[in-house]
């Protein structure tokens, strides 16, 4: 499980562990490493991000992290902006999973 930078990591981390499985964090900050925390060589991450606009930012991150070894295919996020990241990631053989899209927020708040 991964947890782009702007996810919080203490509820990713205590969820992985719970699954008996590694958390790892991908930060633009401190060490400056693709992914701190367990290491992901050979191993099947997900990565969680709050919000997909172009899919730019998951896409250098998904790049870092496969380029060290990690087997990346999926991206879990709160909210699809439905403005080509969908499109963009499945380029790069990414699966975006989405809690909501814009379209089904609106649609909620019109209702």
């Known amino acids: 499980m991964l947890g782009n930078h702007h996810v919080p990591a203490p509820p990713g981390r205590c969820r992985a562990r719970a699954q008996g499985s590694s ?3 991908a930060k633009e900050y ?4 693709a992914a701190e925390g367990g290491p992901v ?3 099947r991450v997900v ?3 709050d919000v997909v606009t172009t899919g730019g930012a998951l896409l250098r991150s998904c790049g870092q992290l496969r380029s060290i070894g990690a087997q990346v295919e999926t991206v879990v996020c709160a909210i699809d902006r ?3 990241g969908r499109a963009s990631l499945a380029v790069e053989a990414l699966q975006l999973r989405a809690a909501l899209t814009r379209r089904e927020l ?3 708040l019109t209702a």
């Open 30 to 33: 401190g060490t400056n490493k």
């Open 106 to 108: 609106e649609a909620s």
């Open 23 to 25: 958390f790892v964090s």
């Open 41 to 43: 060589n050979g191993r």
């Open 82 to 84: 439905e403005q080509g």
């Open 47 to 49: 990565v969680i991000e």
